[in-house]
């Protein structure tokens, strides 16, 4: 089952590739720009479909275009490999997490995980647009919305008459925080608390800090996470921010004034908090809980 995912992630990531590769800020996306064949984005030579096998062509041919041997991009394996990965943690949530309780069937526990292979897929094109073009474009952030409102939609649904969780990747640590009384007032409330909070960040740093770009993709995120897991996930995206920025600082490679994407650290939180959003705030309280009591 895991390897039949990891097969289906990475022939996903394959086609992610390509739009990742096709993507061009300047220009309206088309979509001639996806369906026509593959070429080497060196001598424009068409690429036979032995050199598209995803992962082991380019194992195979080192790294070259086997035409005029023009280096190819980490970008490829690493984009279908992450898809990999993540298609098999998706499912491993949903198969053997406790996302919802048991009253869930097989059939809508299928459909969760498809839907959130498309989530993970749209969050991994943002990254990879934002980090390579320091933009996230319009057209992203709008069906990240859309998906928000499915899947808000659909965790109502699954609530109608039976008792399951209220779809918070944070398990039995959700009510912690406390909710707004329901899914949908969770979802949108979520939303409009990161607009908030991000609007607050972009007047104090007059910009500097984070762009409007950043702003619709956490409100974007808000709606499809809801309360309270957006909280952890911009949290999260503050720690990984740093964690990341500070040997950059010291390295010298980048200046405290250089403009740094935050995107990314949002798509890598929001996909952490996604996979092991309970057992990091387990952990989380572990330290705490140990901290005071050696007082
Ligand atoms: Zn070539």
């Known amino acids: 089952m895991y390897f039949v995912l990891f097969l289906l992630g990475v022939a996903l990531g394959s086609f992610l590739n390509v739009l990742i590769t096709r993507y061009n800020p300047d220009q309206k996306f088309s979509l001639s720009a996806i369906t026509g064949r593959s070429y080497c984005d060196s001598c424009k030579k068409q690429l036979r479909w032995y050199e598209l096998v995803p992962l082991i062509s380019f194992i195979i041919q080192k790294r070259a275009c086997r035409s005029c041997g023009t280096r190819l991009s980490w970008q490829y394996p690493l984009v279908e490999f992450m898809m990999g990965i993540l298609a098999v943690l998706i499912g491993r949530l949903f198969l053997y997490g406790y996302v919802f309780s048991a009253a869930v ?121 809801g309360w309270p897991d957006i909280g952890v996930i911009v949290f999260a995206s503050f720690i990984i921010g740093t964690i990341l920025i500070i040997p950059l600082l010291i390295t010298r490679q980048k200046r405290g004034s250089d403009q740094i994407p935050f995107g990314p650290f949002m798509v890598v939180a929001s996909l952490v908090v996604l996979m092991w959003g309970t057992s990091l705030l387990q952990a989380y309280f572990d330290i705490i809980g140990k901290l005071g009591g050696g007082i």
């Open 105 to 225: 069937t097989t059939g809508e526990l299928y459909i969760s995980i498809i839907f959130w292979l498309v989530v993970s897929m749209v969050l991994l094109f943002a990254l990879m647009i934002d980090a390579k073009h320091y933009i996230i474009p319009n057209g992203t952030n709008i069906l990240l919305f859309i998906l928000g409102v499915i899947w808000t939609v659909w965790v109502v649904w699954l609530g109608f008459g039976r008792e399951i969780s209220q779809g918070s990747f944070l398990g039995h640590f959700a009510p912690l925080f406390g909710s707004f009384g329901g899914v949908v007032l969770n979802h949108i409330i979520g939303m409009l608390l990161a607009v908030v909070f991000f609007i607050l960040i972009v007047l104090v740093s007059r910009g500097r800090g984070m762009g409007i770009g950043d702003v619709k993709l956490v409100s974007a995120l808000g709606l499809l996470f």
